[in-house]
C-alpha cells in the first residue's frame, strides 16, 4: 500500500522553473520505479518522466528533454521533477505514480497515483 501526494506546482512565466515532489508513504516505497506523467484540459495522459527504484536509470518524453530533470531520494520516500525552461505547452495537471514493476512510460502498468498538482505557464 503506497500514498502519494504531489506538491510544488504554481504560476509561472515562460522560461522559468519550477520543482515538483512527490511523497510517497509505505515501508517498501523504494522498491517502487517512480513516473511523472501530466494531462491537459480535453488531452490524453501523457507520460512526462520515469526513474528506476535505485534511481540509476531514467526515461523522458522527447519534448522534456534537456529541459526536465527526475530523480529520487529514497531517505525521504520522495521523488522529484526539476522543471527549467518552461514552456506554455508544458501547462497541465501533473501526477506522480509508482509502479511495482519496472520504470515505464506507459501509464496503465502504474499500480498508484497523486491527486495532481496543477502547472500553469504564461507567455
Known amino acids: 500500500q503506497v500514498q502519494l501526494v504531489e506538491s510544488g506546482g504554481g504560476l509561472v512565466q515562460a522560461g522559468g522553473s519550477l520543482r515538483l515532489s512527490c511523497a510517497a508513504s509505505?515501508?517498501?516505497?523504494?522498491?517502487?520505479?517512480m513516473g511523472w506523467f501530466r494531462q491537459a484540459p480535453g488531452m490524453q495522459r501523457e507520460f512526462v518522466a520515469t526513474?528506476?527504484?535505485?534511481?540509476?536509470?531514467?526515461r523522458y518524453t522527447d519534448s522534456v528533454k534537456g529541459r526536465f530533470t527526475i530523480s529520487r531520494d529514497n531517505a525521504k520516500n520522495t521523488v522529484y521533477l526539476q522543471m527549467n525552461s518552461l514552456e506554455p505547452e508544458d501547462t497541465a495537471v501533473y501526477y506522480c505514480?509508482?509502479?511495482?514493476?519496472?520504470?515505464?512510460?506507459?501509464?496503465?502498468?502504474?499500480?498508484?497515483w497523486g491527486r495532481g498538482t496543477q502547472v500553469t505557464v504564461s507567455s
Open positions: 509505505g515501508r517498501t516505497s523504494s522498491y517502487y520505479a
Open positions: 526513474i528506476s527504484a535505485s534511481g540509476s536509470s531514467t
Open positions: 505514480a509508482a509502479n511495482w514493476g519496472g520504470y515505464s512510460t506507459s501509464a496503465g502498468v502504474y499500480d498508484y
